[in-house]
């Protein structure tokens, strides 16, 4: 399961390195004049905090509807699930007044059990795809993400890690209104989330992102990132700390 989740997403860092070489070509054939611009620090954080918005399928809200769907198993109830691997697939969409979103998700997921039949862990897979308008971006993308949820069995506490990969394309509307294409690679290293509460404990991760400018500007920002009970991650870019709620 774990090898399927990275080569989807592998297979979509490969489409998105390939789109944003025909596109830097495309603009420079068809502009030479064109001044190339590098995106901004607040463009790149606007980038990340789509990446973990809970209205528009992000991180968080993926890991967290990852931990609900271990209820069942907590609680040991139904038949045993050992060995099965399930699926479920659903649509929604988000009119707020920062924010409309409309996306459609697929899960996957698989129960391990210990020697006595009990479920001590899950593979968790899902893929969603949509589009969204912010207050200041408009886009289009695809999320992938892989969790490994442990602790099914013992503790308070459900203990994820894992990989989320969203690509896209995003146009800014605001400043030069440029457009950008994107990948978004977030490690989940672990978070830790109340069992029947499903509330954030605590949670920290790394990302990468890369991707190209409607300019012709090429980027790669690496850095990190802490998810607090409070409903709000903390992302740090180029030493620079800045907060926003998922």
């Known amino acids: 399961m774990k090898q399927q989740t990275w080569w989807i997403a592998t297979l979509l860092l490969g489409s998105c390195v390939f789109f944003t070489s025909c596109q830097k070509e495309e603009i420079i054939e068809s502009d030479p004049d064109l001044v190339i611009q590098e995106p901004t620090e607040e463009e790149v954080v606007e980038l990340l905090e789509v990446a973990f918005s809970s209205q528009a399928s992000g991180l968080t809200q993926e890991a967290i509807e990852a931990a609900e769907h271990s209820e069942q198993y907590i609680e040991k109830t139904g038949e045993s699930p050992c060995g099965l691997t399930f699926d479920s697939i659903a649509s929604f969409t988000v009119d707020r007044p920062n924010i409309q979103a409309s996306y459609t998700t697929e899960w996957e997921w698989t129960i391990y059990c210990n020697s006595l039949n009990l479920p001590t862990n899950m593979d968790f897979n899902r893929t969603g ?24 069995l013992s503790g308070p506490n459900l203990d994820i890690s894992g990989v989320y990969t969203r690509s896209g394309v995003q146009a800014s509307k605001v400043g030069d209104q440029n457009t950008f294409n994107y990948l978004i690679n977030l490690s989940l290293h672990q978070l830790l989330i109340q069992k029947f509460s499903w509330e954030v404990v605590s949670g920290d991760g790394t990302f990468d992102l890369m991707g190209s400018t409607s300019t012709g500007a090429s980027y790669n920002i690496e850095g990190t990132y802490v998810l607090s009970p409070n409903g709000t991650v903390t992302v740090t870019v180029n030493g620079n700390i800045y907060t926003f709620n998922w």
Not at 130 to 144: H, K, M, P, Q
């Open 129 to 152: 795809e949509g589009s969204f308008e912010t207050t200041r971006f408009t886009g289009e993308d695809t999320a992938v993400s892989g969790f490994e949820i442990n602790n099914l």
